[in-house]
């Protein structure tokens, strides 16, 4: 998955209303979620930003590597 944004270096918040969890993040982001859904969406986001951390910098337009 790619996208055209430029990455936003804000954390989201997450916080447990009743029996879901909510997930508000920069730029409007807003996501409700099952304990499960919620759980495993962690679970994603921790292995994305561990290969992401690892990963040489994003040169897209710079001329670089277009």
Do not use: F, I, Y
């Not at 996208?3 to 954390?11: E, K, L």
């Amino acid at each position: 998955m790619s996208t055209t944004s430029q990455p936003q270096d804000r954390p989201g918040s997450a916080d447990a209303e009743g029996d879901h969890v909510v997930l508000d993040g920069p730029a409007g982001v807003a996501v409700t979620m099952t304990p499960q859904a919620a759980a495993e969406t962690a679970r994603r986001l921790d292995a994305a930003a561990r290969r992401a951390a690892k990963a040489p910098p994003h040169t897209a337009g710079t001329g670089e590597d277009d």
